[in-house]
């Protein structure tokens, strides 16, 4: 479960590929199925509201704050750093952090993502998707 600045809640389901998006009411905005969804276990949401979800089979999906496919049809993969890839966080500075099962590793993605910086502190200086 993920939440993006505009207040959506971003939300996968594991037993089938699918990702969710729905508004503060409740409702059903975006049910994605496309763009290399398999078995997703974790999400997390960009500074500039691009959602990045670790697959079950080895790879990464990311999609647009619309919900457009962003990764290529296979998702981003790479068996050299990407071992059971289970959790997923993004930092200030962009970079996305991906926690590995097997091995006992993590793997860091230098200023992939837009930086993504505390939303109370980000509101307070209008620097949403902005470096520090």
């Known amino acids: 479960v993920a939440i993006d ?7 996968i389901n594991s037993s089938s590929p699918l990702l969710y998006e729905t508004n503060q009411l ?24 691009q959602v990045w979800v670790v697959n079950g089979n080895q790879s990464i999906s990311l999609f647009s704050n619309t919900g457009t496919a962003l990764a290529p049809s296979g998702g981003f993969t790479d068996t050299t750093y990407f071992s059971a890839p289970s959790a997923i966080a993004i930092d200030q500075s962009g970079s996305v952090w991906i926690a590995n099962k097997s091995g ?7 200023g992939a993502a837009a930086p993504a910086a505390p939303l109370s ?9 902005v470096r520090p």
């Open 121 to 129: 502190t980000a509101a307070a200086n209008n620097t949403t998707g």
């Open 26 to 49: 409740g409702t059903v905005k975006n049910s994605i199925s496309s763009g290399a969804l398999d078995a997703p276990v974790s999400l997390a949401i960009d500074g500039a509201g």
């Open 5 to 11: 600045a505009t207040g959506n809640l971003w939300t």
């Open 104 to 110: 006992n590793s993590l793997t860091r993605m230098l």
